[in-house]
């Protein structure tokens, strides 16, 4: 039942405390990759990973999660869905990797596999909260992680916690079946290698001046701005700043050959934009692979994640970085901030 498996893409948004995570994305021709609202679907990469987790025993916060998701969809109509101690594991297991490491070393995919848990859908929404209460609050709020909340091809649940000084880590898991799985071209996945430990990141110096955005990079600000005005939103500004970074983070791609969000030279998007004297109360990061603007655009708009960052109002300033050299063509790397 797991040979032709489809997963959300799991992403995140940083908002006064809010924190949702990445996962990879896919082979190519084209690729995106979202930090906010889990949405849109991907291949399963078949990967070692060796984390066996333990028994759960839900404690009391986690079982409020489980319990706030579930109060959301009564009230919407839909089934409750299933609590799976064996997914609780997982999402505690989640939680508490966030919390020491400030990212999940494998995906969700390679860790329901190795569990041995059967599925067709699945979903992940890591938040930073300061309570249980104020992460749905903050998941609810935004349409793309309420819908994804809400979907009815989920069927089981897990939820793990895990405390970093203030805040909680709060892992949700959402596994389910279907009838039918919604097909996305894309040629047959290329072979994954076994993940090796990342090396740390270090301060890099500051990049040089932009001196003007290029061609491509105008393109897709226009794009972006196209799209926001449609939903009544006010354009994003480029921010010289955030233009260094997302051309710094699309060089590193190319040059590393990786697809992800963490980058083996600089760290996590947030550990990036802290490197080089970025502020902000939120935060936002895009990925994509394509042969040009328009069709990496497409693709962004197409995932409800990747979509939710591009509209979120909360976002006052844009970077766009665009590098050719990949195997997808071009690497296309937005940075939002608000």
């Known amino acids: 039942m797991v040979k032709k498996l489809l997963v959300p893409l799991l992403s995140i948004l940083f908002c006064a405390g809010l924190f949702l995570s990445p996962a990879p994305a896919r082979s190519a021709p ?42 959301e969809r009564s009230k919407a109509g839909r089934p409750v869905l299933q609590a799976d101690d064996r997914l609780f594991a997982l999402a ?52 793309a992680s309420r819908q994804e909340m809400l979907s009815a091809r989920y069927e089981r649940i897990g939820a793990g916690i895990a405390r970093q000084g203030s805040r909680l880590y709060i892992v949700q898991i959402t596994t389910g079946g279907g009838d039918e799985v919604r097909s996305r071209p894309a040629p ?67 040059k590393n050959n990786y697809f992800s ?27 994509a692979g394509a042969p040009t603007v328009e069709s990496a655009h497409t693709n962004l708009m197409n995932s409800p994640g990747h979509r939710a960052n591009i509209l979120n109002p909360n976002f006052t300033r844009i970077g766009i970085g665009v590098v050719a050299g990949s195997p997808y063509g071009k690497i296309f790397v937005q940075e939002f901030i608000g």
């Not at 399963?44 to 759960?56: G, H, N, R, S």
């Not at 600089?266 to 550990?271: A, I, N, T, V």
């Open 92 to 143: 505690r297991e989640r939680a508490r990797e966030l919390a020491e490491k400030g990212y999940n070393s494998s995906s969700l995919a390679q860790v329901l596999k190795t569990a041995g848990i059967d599925y067709l859908y699945a979903g992940q929404s890591t938040v930073l909260a300061p309570s249980v209460d104020s992460a749905l609050k903050a998941l609810t709020g935004s349409a």
């Open 30 to 71: 084209w690729r995106v990759s979202s930090y906010l609202d889990s949405a849109g679907e991907q291949k399963v990469p078949a990967v070692v990973w060796q984390f066996k987790p333990a028994p759960a025993n839900p404690a009391a916060e986690e079982k409020q999660v489980v319990s706030l998701v579930n109060q």
């Open 261 to 287: 969000h963490t980058s083996p030279t600089y760290g996590s998007p947030f550990d990036m934009m802290r490197q080089f004297g970025i502020s902000y109360s939120y935060a936002g990061e895009n990925l």
């Open 188 to 254: 047959n996945p290329e072979p994954q290698p076994v993940p090796q430990p990342e090396p740390q990141p270090v301060p890099q110096p500051a990049p040089q001046p932009v001196s003007g955005l290029t061609a491509d990079e105008r393109q897709m600000v226009d794009l972006v701005n196209r799209e926001r005005a449609k939903n009544g939103l006010p354009p994003l500004k480029v921010n010289p700043d955030l233009v260094k970074v997302a051309r710094l983070k699309a060089e590193d791609m190319v």
